[in-house]
């Protein structure tokens, strides 16, 4: 059944007004063939007229072949296949038309192509950015934090911009014990995901005429979302020491790192580098937005605090989300505001969208005051750790000829460097061929920087599959038909 506006003339008898309705929406295409018209008696109500009315004018058009009556069923459009064809023809014809009017110069700064979503036809896919389905339980089984009435309530009306205070509060209590940040929840904005935190971040702070200094490798979405405020990107490298921050340019809007584990390579910025970057922002006057990315899975020694604990002049703008610690489909971050940003931080989130999902700040509010989001932590921590060590052995026995890991503390995923030559998108595209999705360096990089570096994530890959896709990965390389190609142009 459809909900139809159907526009009634104002001469003529309203049986005839009625018809000529339903008519024009039949021949203008609004009427599809067979969708299910509503019934006399909904459709009377509607429109404000006697059921007879509604019948009669039916009646007409069933007898001139528009409408068929299916017993037990209720009324339906027939096709008219040469009346349709003319209607999609003139959908395409305007839709062709509104193709030539011209968008923003916000539009030309967008990404040409979006990322590709995972393919279904990988036997194993060692993609970044997905995590484990273990936590689906937590959402399945955990009731409200509040009461029934209290969901009602907050579910029919607006909250507040910033999240709600008793998720902010928890929000700040654990980023406090885990990560050492200085702040409480009036410091703390809930959105919608990193990518609307670097969206407003980026808005407030970024312009034309100003710059932003970003890792290279880095994540790419930093850099749409500064090109998209009209700021211009200034690419740093990455060594085992982290950001090169003696590359930092003067006169910079600020800088993007990811300190403690650095994506994708996953380095930590050095002690020296710390401090120096954090000298330089209170020196120089710009601010620092860290990605304490991943920093929840350490494997072994707990990485160093944050960056945001060690910074005196406020200049550290400390951002995250729970979308590898639970779900990404969550949609939820976090941004922890400087007294300098607060303000206008909350006014521009209510601007953009209101506020993030009541519902799912209430669902993690609920894993949060459970307990249920530490004992998940502890045991993914565990878990990740097994499958960071199958997928370590394996490529040390398996593919050491071709691959070396790099050293990294923390994280979902190990980047690995290609040792003899090989060019990285063949060895990508070999791999492919046998089912196993790994993914190259340079896709995070806007100069070239990683070409030669893969990147192998175990967040939705358990040992087996580990085990399973680094097997397929061997017979891929290793195979004599292709030698030639591993070596590369």
């Not at 104002?10 to 309705?21: L, T």
């Not at 200049?315 to 949609?331: E, F, H, Q, T």
């Not at 046998?434 to 070409?451: D, L």
Request: charged residues 20%; proline residues 5%.
């Amino acid at each position: 059944m459809i909900d139809l506006l159907i526009e009634l003339g104002d001469n003529g008898p309203m049986q005839q007004r009625v018809y000529e309705g339903i008519y024009a929406a039949l021949r203008d295409g609004r009427l599809k063939p067979g969708q299910r018209l509503p019934a006399s008696r909904v459709w009377a109500l509607e429109l404000g007229v006697a059921r007879n009315t509604i019948r009669e004018a039916t009646t007409a058009l069933i007898a001139e072949g528009w409408l068929e009556a299916r017993a037990g069923s209720g009324l339906f459009v027939r096709p008219q296949p040469a009346l349709h064809s003319k209607v999609e023809a003139a959908l395409t014809s305007a839709r062709a038309a509104s193709g030539q009017l011209s968008l923003s110069a916000w539009a030309g700064q967008l990404p040409q192509a979006l990322p590709e979503l995972p393919s279904s036809s990988l036997v194993v896919d060692f993609r970044p950015g997905v995590v484990s389905s273990d936590a689906e339980r937590l959402f399945r089984y955990r009731r409200p934090a509040q009461s029934r009435d209290a969901v009602t309530a907050a579910l029919c009306q607006y909250g507040d911009p910033a999240g709600e205070l008793p998720l902010r509060q928890r929000i700040a209590a654990y980023l406090r014990q885990s990560r050492s940040v200085r702040c409480g929840p009036d410091d703390i904005v809930v959105t919608s995901g990193m990518h609307q935190s670097m969206d407003l971040l980026c808005r407030l702070l970024l312009e034309p005429g100003r710059s932003l200094a970003v890792e290279d490798p880095g994540y790419p979405v930093i850099g749409h979302a500064a090109k998209l405020a009209g700021a211009a990107l200034c690419h740093i490298g990455v060594d085992d020491n982290g950001l090169k921050v003696d590359e930092v340019p003067s006169r910079i809007a600020g800088v993007y790192c990811t300190p403690n584990h650095q994506f994708p390579l996953g380095v930590a910025l050095s002690g020296s580098r710390r401090r120096e970057l954090l000298d330089r922002a209170a020196r120089e006057d710009f601010f620092v937005i860290e990605d304490d990315y991943d920093c929840e899975f350490y494997h072994g020694a707990a990485p160093s605090r944050c960056l945001q604990a060690e910074d005196a002049a406020q200049r550290v703008i400390y951002v995250g989300s729970v979308s590898k610690i639970l779900a990404p489909a969550l949609r939820i971050g976090y941004i922890v505001a400087p007294p300098w940003l607060r303000d206008s931080l909350h006014r521009a989130k209510w601007v953009v969208d209101r506020q993030t999902s009541s519902y799912a700040q209430n669902a993690l509010l609920a894993i949060m005051s459970s307990g249920d989001f530490a004992t998940h932590l502890h045991r993914m921590r565990f878990e990740y750790g097994k499958r960071r060590t199958a997928l370590l052995d394996g490529i040390g026995t398996r593919l050491r000829q071709y691959v070396v890991a790099l050293a990294s503390t923390c994280g979902m995923h190990v980047a690995a460097r290609i040792t003899n030559g090989c060019d990285a998108r063949t060895l990508c595209r070999l791999a492919e061929a046998e089912g196993v999705g790994i993914y190259e360096g340079n896709q995070f990089s806007s100069t070239g920087s990683a070409s030669d570096i893969l990147v192998f994530a175990f967040g939705r890959t358990g040992a087996a599959e580990i085990e399973r896709g680094l097997e397929l990965i061997e017979k891929a390389w290793a195979s004599r038909r292709t030698a030639d190609a591993l070596r590369g142009p």
